[in-house]
């Protein structure tokens, strides 16, 4: 009785039930391992050998099985879906959009093909977007001629993406048999990095070029912050004369001199290499890289100037000097590309190709700094160009994501502070700019916080 029992249980018709159920989550879910065809070749084997076991042994239990499993087999086969012949096109409310907005996907469907009574419809995303309302699945039935818009919305992370393809799968109702087949819906999606307005950042390249901007030049002329005084000329306005300097030598008239702001050339260079950067919890210091680096080329360019990116690490991505809105869109799609990455060449700031800056022009490297970095940085700087280091402090980045810190952490930390201020103490001396950003905060306040060091920087090599 107890074997029989033990049958009943483990060969009735709520377990092949359920076996069913369990083949249409996976086909639902799109995790089946063997097509429609081969789940019918084993269910046949499996209910022709219940039928020889029952037979041989005389095991009524195994032919009812055999039996319920035939019926429910021979349903599934009657009930066989048909290819799906879908057609499709896809809208989305943005091609560009900047990290953290909401892109509205629409993807209009049409059956072209017969009726298919159990339908799945899944859209084909990239790893890196997250849908945030909706759903890009569906089940549905769609008749002859019928049509059906699959609506979601989804959040991306900084890329470029392509959307390729949407995935279709006829089911029986039984879930035991599909039929899939990928309908193309094509569309490219450029995600943008962040930028922030970086007020207060002064540069001071010992040459600037011809057009009005925000640098100081180290030139007397029409301007705004007083330069120095000289002979008066025939045409110098009244309110420029400077009477002090007039009455130390009778006879002679003097008048104020400003200095002009021009434009400059500026190269921003990001460092891609995946030495100089860290994951922790999630979180990559690169990304904040990538934001200074963005939002440096858009103040710059924002204030005249004339800036170019160049991409430095796993490869080189250079994106040639220009001004204005177009500049500012080919940089940030560069930025958009951007990702770390090893290699065997670039490896060394030594081997960057520094020809194609202009001489004595600016450059802001934004890399988190080794050690190997600050003789090419000081020699650089011996070159004439001007450099500036913004800096994402990989040391605080790393110890902020610590959630306990025990003694040996902390003297770690302290030991690795004192390293890296050992360094920045030593470009600074050499005349480099140092920016130390700790990422807890944001750059914009970082920058005003220090903008009187960095004009006093800057004056500093004049003098």
């Known amino acids: 009785m107890k074997e029989r029992w033990l049958v009943r249980e483990l060969f009735s ?13 996976r086909l639902l879910r799109g995790r089946s391992l063997l097509g429609g065809r081969w789940q019918v070749l084993i269910l046949s084997v499996v209910v022709y050998a219940f039928i020889l076991v029952g037979l041989r042994y005389f095991k009524g239990d195994l032919l009812v099985l055999a039996l319920a499993a035939a019926v429910f087999l021979a349903s599934a086969v009657l009930q ?65 001629g019928q049509g059906y818009i699959l609506k979601y919305t989804l959040r991306a992370r900084r890329g470029v993406y ?65 330069y120095g005084v000289r002979g008066y000329q025939t045409g110098d306005e009244m309110r420029w004369i400077n009477w ?46 990538v934001t200074a680096a963005a939002s440096l080329a858009e103040t710059l360019l924002a204030e005249g100037n004339r800036v170019g990116l160049m991409l430095y690490g796993q490869y080189l991505d250079w994106t040639y000097p220009g001004y204005g809105k ?10 958009a590309r951007a990702h770390v990455g090893e290699s065997y060449i670039l490896n060394h700031l030594k081997y960057m190709p520094t020809r194609l800056f202009a001489a004595r022009s600016q450059l802001i490297l934004v890399s988190p700094l080794v050690k190997d970095d600050v003789d090419y940085l000081v020699w650089l700087r011996a070159r004439g160009y001007a450099v500036l280091l913004v800096s994402p402090n990989p040391v605080a980045f790393e110890l902020a ?18 390293e890296r201020e050992l360094l920045v103490q030593k470009l600074q001396r050499a005349g480099v700019q140092v920016l130390d950003w700790d990422v807890r905060q944001p750059l914009d306040q970082i920058i005003r916080a220090y903008g009187r060091v960095l004009r006093q920087a800057t004056a500093g090599v004049w003098q």
């Not at 896809?90 to 959009?97: D, H, I, M, P, Y």
């Not at 990290?99 to 790893?127: A, F, K, P, T």
């Not at 450029?190 to 970086?198: A, E």
């Not at 869109?329 to 930025?335: D, K, P, S, W």
């Open 326 to 335: 177009l500049q500012r869109e080919r940089i940030l799609q560069a930025l």
């Open 244 to 289: 002090k300097a007039s009455q130390r030598r009778p006879g002679e008239i003097y008048t104020n001199e400003f200095e002009q702001e021009r434009a400059a050339n500026v190269g921003i260079i990001l460092d891609l290499r995946q030495a100089t950067h860290f994951v922790v919890n999630g979180h990559s210091l690169f990304e904040y890289a």
């Open 401 to 418: 994501a610590q959630k306990s810190a025990d003694d040996d952490l902390i003297l770690a930390g302290r030991l690795a502070h004192l």
């Open 80 to 144: 066989y879906p048909p290819k799906p012949q879908v057609s499709a096109a896809r809208r989305l409310s943005a091609q560009r959009v900047v990290e953290g907005s909401d892109i509205r996907v629409e993807v209009e469907l049409y059956n072209q093909g017969e009726r298919l009574s159990l339908v799945e419809i899944e859209d084909h995303l990239s790893e890196g977007m997250d849908v945030v309302d909706g759903d890009s699945k569906h089940l549905l039935s769609l008749k002859p």
């Open 13 to 25: 018709l709520e377990a092949w039930r359920r076996l069913a159920l369990s083949f249409q989550h």
């Open 162 to 226: 392509r959307f390729s393809h949407l995935d279709i799968r006829a089911h029986d109702p039984l879930g035991l048999i599909s039929n899939s087949v990928q309908v193309e819906a094509e569309a490219d999606l450029w995600v943008l990095p962040k930028t922030t307005s970086l007020a207060g950042l002064h540069l001071c390249p010992r040459q600037t070029i011809g057009t009005a901007g925000y640098v100081p030049a180290r030139v007397g002329g029409p301007g705004v912050s007083f």
